[in-house]
């Protein structure tokens, strides 16, 4: 079968392309913003008729409904819906999607939702399913802060499945890297452990601290007063929404438990030298660590 036969029309130049939102939130308003600009029609579904009012006036959708359809007539569908209901809105595209049509979802944990994808016999058969998670977002939620520049400059990680065709791989790599996106493609397995590192155990430790220094505050005296940028920068994840990590801390904990082990093991390190009053290898870990963050991109 020829590449363009497996895929729905908009992928092969038939049509001009069509997409649906499923969630207009932060990250899927942010999508919807980003295949405007690029040119497809877009769509979207959200509870919240305010929030499609909304893309529609700033010309980011077309239309929008506050709940599945009989059908979506698209080449792309975004789950950009909370971790704890996306199997759900999986189950929900089955039959409803034009057959070749590519589903990603942007949840921040992929073992899951990529397992339940394939054990999911209409996956595959009628269309394909390519976990996402864009390593970028906001303390802040909903479609109200969303931008049609959210994933340019940053990481945005792909997991698809090994028996999914490269072809089609290619075509959403090639979407994302039209926002402006560094693709990475992951085994979800590998995606959960690195960014429990990076993302999941940097909310904790902002929530840690935040805490701490809240401890440390009594009458007379409070750390907050005197708290400039850095305190401010490393807490402000903090102020994240509390409904949707206490779903991602807990269904990762087993990455998350792993990582920390790591991390309590460099503060005991750092407890050490402070305890030996050891100024330079205090500052040989600040050298390793200036040295650590230039693979950073």
Known sequence: ????????????????????????????????????????????????????????????????????????????????????????????????????AVVTDVGSIKVEICSKSADNQEIGNNFYFIGGHPMTGSEQSGFRVATADLFNGYPYVLTPAANCPSHVVEKLVNIVQGFGANVIIRQPS???????????????????????????SHKEVSPFTVAGRSFRDITRIADSSPEMWKEILVRNADAILGGLNLWEERIKELREYLEQGDGEKIAEAFRKAHAAREQIN
């Open 1 to 100: 079968m020829e590449n363009g036969e497996t895929l729905s029309p908009g992928w092969c130049g038939l049509r001009n392309p069509k997409a649906c939102i499923f969630g207009l939130g932060l990250i899927g308003g942010s999508w919807a913003g980003a295949l405007h600009l690029a040119g497809w029609d877009v769509s979207g579904i959200d509870s919240e008729e305010d929030s499609i009012d909304e893309a529609i006036r700033r010309g980011w959708l077309q239309t929008g409904w506050t709940s599945m359809p009989e059908y979506l007539d698209v080449d792309l569908v975004v789950l950009a819906l909370p971790i704890h209901v996306l199997e759900a809105g999986l189950r929900q595209l089955e039959g409803r999607v034009s057959k070749g």
């Open 190 to 216: 590998n995606h959960d452990k690195e960014v429990a590192m990076v993302s999941h155990i940097p909310h904790l430790l902002a929530v840690a601290l935040t805490l701490a220094a809240q401890d440390a």
